[in-house]
C-alpha cells in the first residue's frame, strides 16, 4: 500500500521559512513523479510544484522565486523548501504522487494527509 506522509508544517511570522518533507514507501518513490497541492480556506486546491521522474522541477507562478521542490531518492522523501513566505501562502499543503509526469499536474493517484502552514502577517 502507497503512504505519504507529511510533516513541517507550522505557524510563521511573513517573510519567514518552512521546509515541508514528504516521505513515501519505497515501491512508489522509484517510478513516480511527485508534487505539492494546497488548498485554502473556501479555494479550490491548487497545484504548487512539482518534479518529474526525471528531475524537472514546475511551478506555479506565485511562488516562482520563493519556493523550490527537491527529492532526496536515498531517504524517499521529496522536500517544499518554502521562502520570504506570505499570508497568501495560507492553507493546507499536500503531497501527492503518480507514476505519470503529466497525471502528477491534473489527477494525481496518492495523496498524503496534509500538513497546516499558516503565515502571519
Known amino acids: 500500500q502507497v503512504q505519504l506522509v507529511e510533516s513541517g508544517g507550522g505557524l510563521v511570522q511573513a517573510e519567514g521559512s518552512l521546509r515541508l518533507s514528504c516521505t513515501t514507501s519505497?515501491?512508489?518513490?522509484?517510478?513516480?513523479?511527485m508534487g505539492w497541492y494546497r488548498q485554502a480556506p473556501g479555494k479550490q486546491r491548487e497545484l504548487v510544484a512539482t518534479?518529474?521522474?526525471?528531475?524537472?522541477?514546475n511551478y506555479t507562478d506565485s511562488v516562482k522565486g520563493r519556493f523550490t521542490i527537491s527529492s532526496d531518492n536515498a531517504k524517499n522523501t521529496v522536500y517544499l523548501q518554502m521562502n520570504n513566505l506570505k499570508p497568501e501562502d495560507t492553507a493546507v499543503y499536500y503531497c501527492?504522487?503518480?507514476?505519470?509526469?503529466?497525471?502528477?499536474?491534473?489527477?494525481?493517484?496518492?495523496w498524503g494527509q496534509g500538513t497546516q502552514v499558516t503565515v502571519s502577517s
Open positions: 501527492a504522487a503518480d507514476p505519470s509526469n503529466s497525471a502528477i499536474r491534473t489527477s494525481p493517484d496518492y
Open positions: 518534479i518529474s521522474t526525471g528531475g524537472i522541477t
Open positions: 519505497g515501491s512508489i518513490f522509484a517510478v513516480a513523479a
